[in-house]
Protein backbone atom coordinates (compact mmCIF):
# COMPACT_ATOMS: atom_id res chain seq x y z
CA UNK A 1 0.00 0.00 0.00
CA UNK A 2 2.82 2.39 1.08
CA UNK A 3 4.84 1.92 -2.07
CA UNK A 4 1.62 2.77 -4.62
CA UNK A 5 0.74 5.49 -2.21
CA UNK A 6 4.67 6.43 -2.83
CA UNK A 7 4.34 5.35 -6.25
CA UNK A 8 1.31 7.93 -7.43
CA UNK A 9 2.91 10.70 -5.62
CA UNK A 10 6.08 10.31 -7.02
CA UNK A 11 4.41 10.31 -10.42
CA UNK A 12 2.32 13.20 -9.28
CA UNK A 13 5.36 14.95 -8.68
CA UNK A 14 7.13 14.20 -11.86
CA UNK A 15 3.96 15.36 -13.77
CA UNK A 16 3.91 19.13 -11.74
CA UNK A 17 7.38 19.01 -12.50
CA UNK A 18 6.73 18.72 -16.23
CA UNK A 19 6.47 22.66 -17.53
CA UNK A 20 4.90 24.02 -20.63
CA UNK A 21 7.01 26.67 -22.20
CA UNK A 22 4.26 27.44 -24.89
CA UNK A 23 2.14 28.59 -21.88
CA UNK A 24 4.61 31.54 -21.70
CA UNK A 25 3.34 33.10 -24.59
CA UNK A 26 0.02 33.20 -23.53
CA UNK A 27 1.24 35.56 -20.82
CA UNK A 28 3.53 37.80 -22.59
CA UNK A 29 1.00 40.62 -24.01
CA UNK A 30 -0.33 40.86 -20.13
CA UNK A 31 3.57 40.70 -18.49
CA UNK A 32 4.19 42.85 -21.34
CA UNK A 33 1.38 45.81 -20.80
CA UNK A 34 2.02 45.56 -16.82
CA UNK A 35 5.79 46.32 -17.67
CA UNK A 36 5.60 49.43 -19.55
CA UNK A 37 2.42 50.83 -17.54
CA UNK A 38 3.00 49.28 -14.33
CA UNK A 39 6.70 48.90 -13.85
CA UNK A 40 8.29 51.87 -15.72
CA UNK A 41 6.47 54.40 -13.78
CA UNK A 42 7.20 52.85 -10.60
CA UNK A 43 11.12 54.17 -12.39
CA UNK A 44 9.64 57.27 -12.02
CA UNK A 45 9.12 57.38 -8.97
CA UNK A 46 12.86 58.72 -8.58
CA UNK A 47 11.88 62.31 -9.59
CA UNK A 48 10.31 62.38 -5.86
CA UNK A 49 13.99 63.03 -5.18
CA UNK A 50 14.79 65.22 -7.39
CA UNK A 51 13.94 68.91 -8.60
CA UNK A 52 12.40 68.04 -11.79
CA UNK A 53 11.36 70.35 -14.24
CA UNK A 54 8.82 69.32 -16.99
CA UNK A 55 11.09 68.32 -20.17
CA UNK A 56 13.86 66.77 -17.90
CA UNK A 57 15.09 63.29 -18.75
CA UNK A 58 14.13 61.18 -15.22
CA UNK A 59 18.13 60.41 -15.26
CA UNK A 60 21.01 62.26 -16.95
CA UNK A 61 23.73 64.00 -15.64
CA UNK A 62 21.97 67.27 -15.20
CA UNK A 63 19.52 66.05 -12.66
CA UNK A 64 19.99 67.94 -9.53
CA UNK A 65 19.38 65.20 -6.38
CA UNK A 66 17.68 66.89 -3.26
CA UNK A 67 16.87 63.86 -1.09
CA UNK A 68 13.84 63.83 0.87
CA UNK A 69 13.55 67.87 0.48
CA UNK A 70 10.23 67.28 -0.97
CA UNK A 71 9.13 64.76 1.64
CA UNK A 72 9.99 66.96 4.23
CA UNK A 73 8.47 70.01 2.14
CA UNK A 74 5.36 68.45 2.10
CA UNK A 75 5.65 67.62 5.89
CA UNK A 76 6.06 71.54 6.57
CA UNK A 77 3.30 72.76 3.75
CA UNK A 78 0.35 74.83 5.81
CA UNK A 79 -1.87 71.99 3.92
CA UNK A 80 -0.13 68.64 5.19
CA UNK A 81 -2.60 68.12 8.28
CA UNK A 82 -5.86 69.36 6.23
CA UNK A 83 -4.87 67.39 3.71
CA UNK A 84 -4.54 64.17 5.93
CA UNK A 85 -7.68 64.93 7.97
CA UNK A 86 -9.56 65.11 4.77
CA UNK A 87 -8.86 62.03 3.37
CA UNK A 88 -8.56 59.96 6.70
CA UNK A 89 -12.00 61.30 7.76
CA UNK A 90 -13.43 61.07 4.48
CA UNK A 91 -12.67 57.22 3.98
CA UNK A 92 -13.54 56.70 7.78
CA UNK A 93 -17.09 57.87 7.64
CA UNK A 94 -17.66 56.02 4.55
CA UNK A 95 -16.06 52.83 5.92
CA UNK A 96 -18.14 53.18 8.91
CA UNK A 97 -21.18 53.52 6.67
CA UNK A 98 -20.46 51.41 3.54
CA UNK A 99 -18.80 48.59 4.91
CA UNK A 100 -21.87 47.13 7.26
CA UNK A 101 -24.82 48.11 5.10
CA UNK A 102 -23.84 45.90 1.98
CA UNK A 103 -23.96 43.23 4.97
CA UNK A 104 -26.97 43.83 6.78
CA UNK A 105 -28.37 44.35 3.51
CA UNK A 106 -27.48 40.78 1.63
CA UNK A 107 -28.43 38.97 5.40
CA UNK A 108 -31.79 40.54 4.93
CA UNK A 109 -32.64 39.97 1.27
CA UNK A 110 -31.26 36.49 1.78
CA UNK A 111 -33.77 36.10 4.91
CA UNK A 112 -36.75 37.51 2.63
CA UNK A 113 -39.76 34.80 2.39
CA UNK A 114 -40.93 35.29 -1.56
CA UNK A 115 -37.56 34.54 -3.33
CA UNK A 116 -38.41 36.01 -6.59
CA UNK A 117 -38.93 39.59 -5.05
CA UNK A 118 -35.74 39.45 -3.12
CA UNK A 119 -33.70 38.39 -6.26
CA UNK A 120 -35.49 41.60 -8.54
CA UNK A 121 -34.70 43.47 -5.48
CA UNK A 122 -31.43 42.70 -5.19
CA UNK A 123 -30.80 43.50 -8.79
CA UNK A 124 -32.10 46.65 -8.79
CA UNK A 125 -29.97 47.40 -5.93
CA UNK A 126 -27.22 47.69 -7.99
CA UNK A 127 -28.32 49.41 -10.78
CA UNK A 128 -26.48 52.93 -9.80
CA UNK A 129 -23.39 50.95 -9.55
CA UNK A 130 -23.45 51.40 -13.55
CA UNK A 131 -23.90 55.50 -13.24
CA UNK A 132 -20.79 57.28 -14.20
CA UNK A 133 -18.86 59.77 -12.20
CA UNK A 134 -19.51 62.34 -14.07
CA UNK A 135 -23.33 61.73 -13.61
CA UNK A 136 -23.55 60.93 -10.60
CA UNK A 137 -21.93 64.12 -9.34
CA UNK A 138 -24.02 65.90 -12.16
CA UNK A 139 -26.88 64.52 -10.61
CA UNK A 140 -25.65 65.87 -7.31
CA UNK A 141 -25.60 69.79 -8.80
CA UNK A 142 -28.85 69.01 -10.11
CA UNK A 143 -30.71 67.89 -7.11
CA UNK A 144 -28.65 69.91 -4.43
CA UNK A 145 -28.77 73.10 -6.48
CA UNK A 146 -30.46 76.32 -5.33
CA UNK A 147 -33.41 75.37 -7.36
CA UNK A 148 -33.08 71.51 -7.31
CA UNK A 149 -34.95 68.77 -6.23
CA UNK A 150 -33.75 68.71 -2.49
CA UNK A 151 -33.90 71.90 -1.88
CA UNK A 152 -37.63 72.26 -3.37
CA UNK A 153 -38.45 69.48 -0.75
CA UNK A 154 -36.97 71.32 2.15
CA UNK A 155 -39.37 74.48 1.07
CA UNK A 156 -42.20 72.53 0.51
CA UNK A 157 -41.01 71.38 4.15
CA UNK A 158 -41.18 75.23 5.00
CA UNK A 159 -37.17 75.11 5.69
CA UNK A 160 -34.91 77.24 4.20
CA UNK A 161 -33.12 76.71 1.38
CA UNK A 162 -29.14 75.32 1.57
CA UNK A 163 -26.13 75.81 -0.79
CA UNK A 164 -24.82 72.29 -0.47
CA UNK A 165 -22.37 72.84 -2.69
CA UNK A 166 -20.88 76.43 -1.28
CA UNK A 167 -21.10 75.25 2.32
CA UNK A 168 -18.21 73.23 3.41
CA UNK A 169 -19.79 70.96 6.20
CA UNK A 170 -21.73 69.69 3.32
CA UNK A 171 -19.17 67.78 1.94
CA UNK A 172 -18.47 64.77 3.66
CA UNK A 173 -22.09 63.99 3.84
CA UNK A 174 -23.03 64.15 0.09
CA UNK A 175 -19.70 62.42 -0.84
CA UNK A 176 -20.71 60.13 1.26
CA UNK A 177 -24.02 59.20 1.22
CA UNK A 178 -23.67 59.09 -2.41
CA UNK A 179 -21.14 56.98 -2.63
CA UNK A 180 -23.08 53.91 -0.67
CA UNK A 181 -26.33 55.10 -2.56
CA UNK A 182 -24.53 54.21 -5.79
CA UNK A 183 -22.81 51.20 -4.08
CA UNK A 184 -24.30 49.10 -1.24
CA UNK A 185 -26.30 46.96 -3.38
CA UNK A 186 -23.04 45.73 -5.79
CA UNK A 187 -21.05 45.14 -2.56
CA UNK A 188 -23.92 43.37 -1.20
CA UNK A 189 -23.65 40.51 -3.85
CA UNK A 190 -20.35 39.10 -3.07
CA UNK A 191 -22.00 38.36 0.65
CA UNK A 192 -25.23 37.26 -1.28
CA UNK A 193 -22.89 34.53 -3.28
CA UNK A 194 -21.67 33.61 0.42
CA UNK A 195 -25.23 33.06 1.70
CA UNK A 196 -26.17 30.99 -1.02
CA UNK A 197 -23.87 28.18 0.01
CA UNK A 198 -25.28 27.96 3.60
CA UNK A 199 -26.53 24.37 4.19
CA UNK A 200 -30.35 24.05 4.85
CA UNK A 201 -30.10 21.45 6.78
CA UNK A 202 -28.37 23.79 9.61
CA UNK A 203 -31.46 26.34 9.42
CA UNK A 204 -34.06 23.26 9.48
CA UNK A 205 -32.07 21.61 12.31
CA UNK A 206 -32.74 25.03 13.93
CA UNK A 207 -36.29 25.45 13.46
CA UNK A 208 -36.60 22.20 15.11
CA UNK A 209 -34.72 24.23 17.92
CA UNK A 210 -36.86 26.90 18.49
CA UNK A 211 -35.07 29.48 16.75
CA UNK A 212 -36.49 32.52 15.65
CA UNK A 213 -35.45 34.25 11.83
CA UNK A 214 -33.71 36.64 13.71
CA UNK A 215 -31.58 34.38 16.02
CA UNK A 216 -30.76 32.00 12.95
CA UNK A 217 -29.31 35.23 10.85
CA UNK A 218 -26.96 35.84 13.50
CA UNK A 219 -26.18 31.95 14.76
CA UNK A 220 -25.95 30.74 11.12
CA UNK A 221 -26.02 33.10 8.42
CA UNK A 222 -23.49 35.60 9.69
CA UNK A 223 -20.74 32.58 10.71
CA UNK A 224 -21.11 31.73 6.70
CA UNK A 225 -19.74 34.94 5.56
CA UNK A 226 -17.37 35.51 8.53
CA UNK A 227 -14.77 34.58 6.50
CA UNK A 228 -16.11 37.10 3.33
CA UNK A 229 -16.24 40.02 5.66
CA UNK A 230 -12.60 39.76 7.21
CA UNK A 231 -11.08 39.38 3.66
CA UNK A 232 -12.81 42.58 2.85
CA UNK A 233 -12.29 43.96 5.91
CA UNK A 234 -8.69 43.69 5.81
CA UNK A 235 -8.60 45.17 1.61
CA UNK A 236 -11.44 48.09 3.44
CA UNK A 237 -8.41 48.82 6.15
CA UNK A 238 -6.03 48.57 3.15
CA UNK A 239 -7.64 51.60 1.55
CA UNK A 240 -8.06 53.26 4.87
CA UNK A 241 -6.49 56.39 3.10
CA UNK A 242 -7.03 55.94 -0.77
CA UNK A 243 -9.66 57.70 -1.54
CA UNK A 244 -12.17 58.19 -4.94
CA UNK A 245 -10.17 61.64 -5.78
CA UNK A 246 -11.84 61.23 -9.55
CA UNK A 247 -15.07 61.67 -7.67
CA UNK A 248 -13.90 64.88 -5.13
CA UNK A 249 -12.31 66.42 -8.19
CA UNK A 250 -15.62 66.59 -9.95
CA UNK A 251 -17.49 67.72 -6.21
CA UNK A 252 -14.69 70.35 -5.40
CA UNK A 253 -16.01 73.94 -5.84
CA UNK A 254 -13.61 77.32 -4.14
CA UNK A 255 -16.43 77.27 -1.52
CA UNK A 256 -15.76 73.85 -0.01
CA UNK A 257 -11.79 73.25 -0.70
CA UNK A 258 -11.34 73.33 3.16
CA UNK A 259 -13.03 69.84 3.32
CA UNK A 260 -12.35 68.30 -0.12
CA UNK A 261 -8.86 68.85 -1.32
CA UNK A 262 -7.46 65.22 -0.52
CA UNK A 263 -4.19 63.84 -0.92
CA UNK A 264 -4.35 62.91 -4.28
CA UNK A 265 -6.33 65.46 -5.13
CA UNK A 266 -3.61 67.79 -4.23
CA UNK A 267 -1.48 65.64 -6.54
CA UNK A 268 -3.24 65.90 -9.23
CA UNK A 269 -2.97 69.99 -9.19
CA UNK A 270 0.54 69.94 -8.03
CA UNK A 271 1.33 68.11 -10.80
CA UNK A 272 -0.98 69.02 -13.89
CA UNK A 273 -2.09 71.82 -13.35
CA UNK A 274 -1.52 75.40 -13.05
CA UNK A 275 2.65 76.26 -11.97
CA UNK A 276 3.47 72.39 -12.17
CA UNK A 277 5.89 71.04 -9.35
CA UNK A 278 6.15 67.47 -10.66
CA UNK A 279 9.05 65.85 -8.19
CA UNK A 280 7.06 67.57 -5.45
CA UNK A 281 4.01 66.02 -6.37
CA UNK A 282 4.81 62.14 -7.14
CA UNK A 283 7.11 62.57 -3.41
CA UNK A 284 3.32 63.35 -2.46
CA UNK A 285 1.57 60.51 -4.07
CA UNK A 286 4.67 58.14 -2.83
CA UNK A 287 3.66 59.34 0.58
CA UNK A 288 0.44 58.15 -0.31
CA UNK A 289 1.16 54.73 -1.45
CA UNK A 290 3.63 54.00 0.76
CA UNK A 291 0.85 54.48 3.48
CA UNK A 292 -1.33 52.68 2.34
CA UNK A 293 0.95 49.63 1.55
CA UNK A 294 1.88 49.77 4.95
CA UNK A 295 -1.68 50.05 6.56
CA UNK A 296 -2.83 46.70 4.24
CA UNK A 297 0.43 44.75 5.83
CA UNK A 298 -0.46 45.91 9.36
CA UNK A 299 -4.09 44.70 8.78
CA UNK A 300 -3.02 41.73 7.52
CA UNK A 301 -1.07 41.07 10.17
CA UNK A 302 -3.36 41.64 12.31
CA UNK A 303 -5.84 39.15 10.84
CA UNK A 304 -3.26 36.34 10.98
CA UNK A 305 -3.41 36.67 14.61
CA UNK A 306 -6.89 36.17 15.16
CA UNK A 307 -7.91 34.21 12.44
CA UNK A 308 -7.03 31.93 9.39
CA UNK A 309 -8.58 34.40 6.66
CA UNK A 310 -6.05 36.59 5.64
CA UNK A 311 -5.40 38.00 2.26
CA UNK A 312 -1.80 37.12 1.80
CA UNK B 1 -34.31 29.89 24.74
CA UNK B 2 -32.43 26.54 24.00
CA UNK B 3 -32.74 25.70 27.70
CA UNK B 4 -36.46 26.33 27.88
CA UNK B 5 -37.24 23.67 25.49
CA UNK B 6 -34.87 20.97 26.91
CA UNK B 7 -36.85 21.46 30.36
CA UNK B 8 -40.36 21.95 28.28
CA UNK B 9 -40.06 18.27 26.32
CA UNK B 10 -40.44 16.09 29.33
CA UNK B 11 -43.71 17.87 30.53
CA UNK B 12 -45.40 17.32 27.60
CA UNK B 13 -46.78 19.02 24.07
CA UNK B 14 -48.38 22.22 25.43
CA UNK B 15 -45.20 24.25 26.40
CA UNK B 16 -43.72 23.49 23.17
CA UNK B 17 -46.48 24.50 21.13
CA UNK B 18 -46.97 27.66 23.33
CA UNK B 19 -43.39 28.36 22.60
CA UNK B 20 -43.88 27.28 18.63
CA UNK B 21 -46.61 30.25 18.67
CA UNK B 22 -43.74 32.85 19.74
CA UNK B 23 -41.35 32.00 17.66
CA UNK B 24 -44.31 32.27 14.46
CA UNK B 25 -44.88 35.42 16.15
CA UNK B 26 -41.44 36.78 16.63
CA UNK B 27 -41.03 35.81 12.77
CA UNK B 28 -43.88 37.85 11.80
CA UNK B 29 -42.96 41.23 13.04
CA UNK B 30 -39.29 40.37 11.86
CA UNK B 31 -40.25 39.02 8.52
CA UNK B 32 -42.39 43.04 8.37
CA UNK B 33 -39.52 44.42 9.38
CA UNK B 34 -37.23 43.48 6.87
CA UNK B 35 -40.13 43.87 4.21
CA UNK B 36 -41.00 47.51 5.29
CA UNK B 37 -37.03 48.21 5.50
CA UNK B 38 -36.20 46.43 1.97
CA UNK B 39 -38.55 48.18 -0.11
CA UNK B 40 -37.83 51.56 1.59
CA UNK B 41 -34.34 51.11 0.47
CA UNK B 42 -36.03 50.03 -2.96
CA UNK B 43 -37.61 53.68 -3.15
CA UNK B 44 -34.64 55.47 -2.28
CA UNK B 45 -32.81 53.85 -4.84
CA UNK B 46 -35.29 54.34 -7.60
CA UNK B 47 -36.29 57.68 -7.01
CA UNK B 48 -33.70 59.64 -7.70
CA UNK B 49 -33.63 58.06 -11.31
CA UNK B 50 -36.99 57.78 -11.83
CA UNK B 51 -36.90 61.55 -11.15
CA UNK B 52 -34.27 62.51 -13.70
CA UNK B 53 -36.34 60.67 -16.55
CA UNK B 54 -39.30 62.83 -15.54
CA UNK B 55 -37.53 66.09 -14.64
CA UNK B 56 -36.29 65.03 -18.57
CA UNK B 57 -39.30 65.84 -20.29
CA UNK B 58 -41.01 68.07 -18.04
CA UNK B 59 -41.22 72.40 -18.42
CA UNK B 60 -38.22 73.61 -16.40
CA UNK B 61 -40.32 76.15 -14.75
CA UNK B 62 -42.17 73.48 -12.63
CA UNK B 63 -38.95 71.57 -12.02
CA UNK B 64 -38.15 74.99 -10.39
CA UNK B 65 -41.08 75.99 -8.43
CA UNK B 66 -41.09 72.64 -7.17
CA UNK B 67 -44.06 71.46 -9.04
CA UNK B 68 -42.35 68.08 -10.22
CA UNK B 69 -42.04 65.10 -7.49
CA UNK B 70 -44.37 62.55 -8.82
CA UNK B 71 -45.14 62.72 -12.23
CA UNK B 72 -44.01 64.88 -15.27
CA UNK B 73 -45.63 68.19 -15.22
CA UNK B 74 -45.84 70.30 -19.07
CA UNK B 75 -44.37 67.39 -21.22
CA UNK B 76 -41.89 68.59 -23.98
CA UNK B 77 -38.77 67.26 -25.59
CA UNK B 78 -37.06 70.89 -25.73
CA UNK B 79 -34.10 69.05 -23.66
CA UNK B 80 -33.57 66.91 -25.70
CA UNK B 81 -33.78 68.74 -29.00
CA UNK B 82 -31.29 71.34 -27.84
CA UNK B 83 -29.03 68.54 -26.87
CA UNK B 84 -28.98 66.76 -30.25
CA UNK B 85 -28.24 69.87 -31.53
CA UNK B 86 -25.19 69.87 -29.87
CA UNK B 87 -22.46 69.19 -32.13
CA UNK B 88 -19.94 67.52 -29.54
CA UNK B 89 -22.17 65.39 -28.01
CA UNK B 90 -21.92 63.22 -31.05
CA UNK B 91 -18.50 63.47 -31.61
CA UNK B 92 -18.37 62.31 -27.91
CA UNK B 93 -20.86 59.34 -28.76
CA UNK B 94 -18.43 58.40 -31.41
CA UNK B 95 -15.28 58.37 -29.32
CA UNK B 96 -16.65 56.77 -26.46
CA UNK B 97 -17.67 53.92 -28.85
CA UNK B 98 -14.57 53.32 -30.75
CA UNK B 99 -12.80 53.50 -27.15
CA UNK B 100 -15.16 51.15 -26.00
CA UNK B 101 -14.89 48.65 -28.75
CA UNK B 102 -11.20 49.14 -29.36
CA UNK B 103 -10.60 49.16 -25.60
CA UNK B 104 -12.28 46.15 -24.81
CA UNK B 105 -10.98 43.96 -27.48
CA UNK B 106 -7.41 44.63 -26.50
CA UNK B 107 -8.53 43.57 -23.45
CA UNK B 108 -10.10 40.29 -24.20
CA UNK B 109 -7.12 39.45 -26.33
CA UNK B 110 -4.73 40.40 -23.44
CA UNK B 111 -6.33 39.28 -20.61
CA UNK B 112 -8.20 35.77 -21.30
CA UNK B 113 -4.97 33.59 -22.43
CA UNK B 114 -2.86 35.19 -19.77
CA UNK B 115 -5.62 34.24 -17.36
CA UNK B 116 -5.77 30.97 -18.66
CA UNK B 117 -2.24 30.53 -18.26
CA UNK B 118 -1.76 31.12 -14.72
CA UNK B 119 -4.50 28.62 -14.22
CA UNK B 120 -2.05 25.64 -15.14
CA UNK B 121 0.34 24.14 -13.21
CA UNK B 122 2.44 23.66 -16.18
CA UNK B 123 3.38 27.28 -15.89
CA UNK B 124 6.86 27.78 -15.94
CA UNK B 125 8.04 30.24 -13.04
CA UNK B 126 4.52 30.16 -11.35
CA UNK B 127 5.27 31.84 -8.70
CA UNK B 128 7.41 34.81 -9.80
CA UNK B 129 4.70 35.68 -13.06
CA UNK B 130 1.56 35.89 -10.18
CA UNK B 131 3.99 37.86 -7.63
CA UNK B 132 4.60 40.40 -10.57
CA UNK B 133 1.07 40.74 -10.93
CA UNK B 134 0.18 41.25 -7.33
CA UNK B 135 2.81 43.80 -6.92
CA UNK B 136 0.74 45.81 -8.87
CA UNK B 137 -2.33 45.40 -7.45
CA UNK B 138 -0.63 47.56 -3.75
CA UNK B 139 1.60 49.35 -5.19
CA UNK B 140 2.33 51.60 -8.15
CA UNK B 141 4.07 54.49 -9.42
CA UNK B 142 1.34 56.98 -9.63
CA UNK B 143 -0.16 59.63 -11.13
CA UNK B 144 2.79 62.13 -12.57
CA UNK B 145 5.14 59.06 -13.62
CA UNK B 146 2.44 57.69 -15.53
CA UNK B 147 1.89 61.31 -17.30
CA UNK B 148 5.36 61.15 -17.83
CA UNK B 149 5.45 57.98 -19.47
CA UNK B 150 2.77 58.60 -21.98
CA UNK B 151 3.95 61.59 -22.75
CA UNK B 152 7.77 59.84 -23.75
CA UNK B 153 5.17 57.49 -25.28
CA UNK B 154 4.11 60.56 -27.41
CA UNK B 155 0.56 59.08 -26.50
CA UNK B 156 -0.79 62.95 -25.32
CA UNK B 157 -3.45 63.37 -27.47
CA UNK B 158 -3.43 60.46 -29.38
CA UNK B 159 -6.73 58.07 -28.88
CA UNK B 160 -4.56 55.28 -27.87
CA UNK B 161 -3.66 56.92 -24.24
CA UNK B 162 -7.54 55.90 -23.76
CA UNK B 163 -6.82 52.45 -24.81
CA UNK B 164 -3.51 51.12 -24.15
CA UNK B 165 -2.39 51.94 -19.94
CA UNK B 166 -6.12 50.19 -19.48
CA UNK B 167 -4.74 46.91 -21.82
CA UNK B 168 -4.88 44.47 -18.58
CA UNK B 169 -6.78 44.89 -15.03
CA UNK B 170 -5.14 42.35 -13.02
CA UNK B 171 -7.89 42.13 -10.53
CA UNK B 172 -10.07 41.00 -13.48
CA UNK B 173 -6.92 39.10 -15.05
CA UNK B 174 -6.77 36.96 -11.33
CA UNK B 175 -10.89 36.43 -12.26
CA UNK B 176 -10.07 35.09 -15.38
CA UNK B 177 -7.97 32.40 -13.36
CA UNK B 178 -10.08 31.73 -10.16
CA UNK B 179 -12.98 30.81 -13.17
CA UNK B 180 -10.42 27.82 -15.10
CA UNK B 181 -9.64 26.59 -12.21
CA UNK B 182 -12.74 25.74 -10.79
CA UNK B 183 -14.56 25.58 -13.79
CA UNK B 184 -12.55 23.49 -16.80
CA UNK B 185 -12.34 19.76 -15.64
CA UNK B 186 -8.84 19.02 -15.81
CA UNK B 187 -9.28 15.80 -17.84
CA UNK B 188 -10.95 17.42 -20.70
CA UNK B 189 -7.35 19.22 -21.11
CA UNK B 190 -5.42 15.96 -20.28
CA UNK B 191 -7.73 14.03 -22.79
CA UNK B 192 -6.98 17.04 -25.42
CA UNK B 193 -3.13 16.78 -24.73
CA UNK B 194 -3.07 12.78 -25.14
CA UNK B 195 -4.53 13.56 -28.26
CA UNK B 196 -1.19 15.41 -29.31
CA UNK B 197 -3.49 19.02 -29.78
CA UNK B 198 -0.66 21.42 -28.83
CA UNK B 199 -1.41 24.17 -26.61
CA UNK B 200 -2.72 26.64 -28.95
CA UNK B 201 -4.64 24.08 -30.25
CA UNK B 202 -6.29 22.94 -26.70
CA UNK B 203 -6.96 26.55 -25.97
CA UNK B 204 -8.75 27.46 -29.43
CA UNK B 205 -10.86 24.66 -29.72
CA UNK B 206 -11.16 23.49 -26.18
CA UNK B 207 -10.93 26.35 -23.89
CA UNK B 208 -12.65 28.81 -25.66
CA UNK B 209 -15.58 27.61 -26.53
CA UNK B 210 -15.83 26.51 -22.62
CA UNK B 211 -15.48 30.04 -21.90
CA UNK B 212 -18.82 31.81 -22.88
CA UNK B 213 -19.57 32.93 -19.04
CA UNK B 214 -16.29 34.04 -17.99
CA UNK B 215 -15.78 36.11 -21.33
CA UNK B 216 -19.67 37.69 -21.07
CA UNK B 217 -18.65 38.83 -17.42
CA UNK B 218 -14.82 40.45 -18.79
CA UNK B 219 -16.78 42.28 -21.80
CA UNK B 220 -19.04 43.17 -19.39
CA UNK B 221 -16.34 44.65 -16.86
CA UNK B 222 -14.27 46.20 -19.10
CA UNK B 223 -16.88 47.54 -21.37
CA UNK B 224 -18.66 49.96 -18.58
CA UNK B 225 -15.13 50.89 -17.26
CA UNK B 226 -14.29 51.94 -20.80
CA UNK B 227 -17.58 53.85 -21.14
CA UNK B 228 -17.56 55.16 -17.85
CA UNK B 229 -14.39 56.77 -18.09
CA UNK B 230 -13.31 60.54 -17.68
CA UNK B 231 -10.11 60.81 -15.97
CA UNK B 232 -7.78 59.58 -18.27
CA UNK B 233 -9.12 61.66 -20.73
CA UNK B 234 -9.21 64.83 -18.42
CA UNK B 235 -5.01 63.64 -18.10
CA UNK B 236 -4.07 62.86 -21.65
CA UNK B 237 -6.26 64.29 -23.94
CA UNK B 238 -6.43 68.19 -24.80
CA UNK B 239 -8.29 68.09 -28.34
CA UNK B 240 -11.73 68.20 -27.69
CA UNK B 241 -12.11 66.05 -30.89
CA UNK B 242 -11.02 62.91 -29.39
CA UNK B 243 -12.96 63.99 -26.17
CA UNK B 244 -14.84 60.88 -25.00
CA UNK B 245 -19.01 61.02 -24.21
CA UNK B 246 -17.95 61.67 -20.27
CA UNK B 247 -15.66 64.80 -21.01
CA UNK B 248 -18.38 66.51 -22.61
CA UNK B 249 -20.65 65.62 -20.06
CA UNK B 250 -18.67 67.21 -17.03
CA UNK B 251 -18.35 70.65 -19.32
CA UNK B 252 -22.36 70.41 -19.68
CA UNK B 253 -23.00 68.49 -16.20
CA UNK B 254 -20.20 70.12 -14.28
CA UNK B 255 -17.74 73.00 -15.47
CA UNK B 256 -20.91 75.36 -15.68
CA UNK B 257 -22.42 74.25 -12.80
CA UNK B 258 -19.07 75.65 -11.23
CA UNK B 259 -18.58 78.67 -13.44
CA UNK B 260 -22.15 79.77 -12.42
CA UNK B 261 -21.75 79.03 -8.54
CA UNK B 262 -19.35 82.19 -8.57
CA UNK B 263 -20.59 84.07 -11.03
CA UNK B 264 -22.70 87.43 -10.21
CA UNK B 265 -24.57 89.93 -12.24
CA UNK B 266 -28.16 90.32 -12.87
CA UNK B 267 -29.86 87.96 -10.58
CA UNK B 268 -32.98 87.18 -13.36
CA UNK B 269 -30.12 86.25 -16.37
CA UNK B 270 -28.59 83.66 -14.79
CA UNK B 271 -31.69 82.05 -13.75
CA UNK B 272 -32.92 82.10 -17.26
CA UNK B 273 -29.88 80.69 -18.18
CA UNK B 274 -29.38 78.33 -15.74
CA UNK B 275 -33.54 77.48 -16.60
CA UNK B 276 -32.33 76.96 -20.22
CA UNK B 277 -29.44 74.82 -19.47
CA UNK B 278 -31.37 72.66 -16.69
CA UNK B 279 -33.15 70.72 -19.20
CA UNK B 280 -30.51 69.85 -21.39
CA UNK B 281 -28.41 68.52 -18.40
CA UNK B 282 -31.68 66.08 -17.17
CA UNK B 283 -31.88 64.52 -20.73
CA UNK B 284 -27.95 64.44 -21.12
CA UNK B 285 -28.16 61.95 -17.89
CA UNK B 286 -30.54 59.80 -20.12
CA UNK B 287 -28.80 60.00 -23.27
CA UNK B 288 -25.67 59.30 -21.72
CA UNK B 289 -26.47 56.20 -19.55
CA UNK B 290 -29.28 54.89 -22.07
CA UNK B 291 -27.12 52.49 -23.54
CA UNK B 292 -26.18 50.42 -20.27
CA UNK B 293 -29.73 50.70 -18.43
CA UNK B 294 -31.43 49.11 -21.79
CA UNK B 295 -28.96 46.46 -21.52
CA UNK B 296 -29.14 45.98 -17.84
CA UNK B 297 -31.87 43.26 -17.70
CA UNK B 298 -30.35 41.33 -20.47
CA UNK B 299 -26.72 41.03 -18.55
CA UNK B 300 -27.10 41.54 -14.90
CA UNK B 301 -27.48 38.04 -14.04
CA UNK B 302 -23.76 37.96 -16.15
CA UNK B 303 -22.51 41.01 -13.47
CA UNK B 304 -23.45 38.77 -10.65
CA UNK B 305 -21.88 35.52 -11.87
CA UNK B 306 -18.61 38.09 -12.34
CA UNK B 307 -18.63 38.95 -8.50
CA UNK B 308 -19.24 35.55 -7.66
CA UNK B 309 -16.19 34.31 -9.60
CA UNK B 310 -14.19 37.20 -7.22
CA UNK B 311 -15.46 35.36 -4.48
CA UNK B 312 -13.87 32.10 -4.95
CA UNK B 313 -10.46 33.28 -4.64
Known amino acids: ?312 | MEQEIIQAAPEGLQKPRRHKKAVGKADRIYYIVIDVILVLLLLIVLYPLYFVVIASISDTDAIFNGEVFLYPVGINFKGYEALLQNKMIWTGYRNTILYTLGGTLLNMIVTIPAGWALSRKELPWHRFIATYFIITMFFGGGLIPLYLLISDLHLLDSPFAMILPYAVSVWNMFMVKAFYTGGIPNGVIEAAEVDGAGSFRTFFYIVIPLSKPIIAVMVLFYAVAHWNNYFSALIFLSDENLYPLQMILREILIMAEKAGSGMGGDATTILEQTKLANSIKYSSIIVSTLPILVLYPFVSKFFEKGVMIGALK
Open chain 1, 1 to 312: MDQMIAGMSLREIRKREKKNYWLLLFILPAFAFVFVFCYVPMYGILIAFQDFVPGDEILSEYTIWVGWDNFVMFFKDYMFWTLIENTFLLCLFGFLIGFPLPIAVALMLNSMRQKRASKVIQTIYYIPHFISLVVMVGMMYLFFGQYGLVNNMLDALGLSRYSFFLREEAFRPMYILSGVWQDFGWNAIIYLAALSGVDQEQHEAAIIDGATRLRRVFAIDLPAIAGTVSILLILSIGNMISVGYEKVLLMQTDANLGKSEVIMTYVYKKGLTGYVMQGYSTAVGLFNSVVNVILLISANTLAKMFSKNTLF
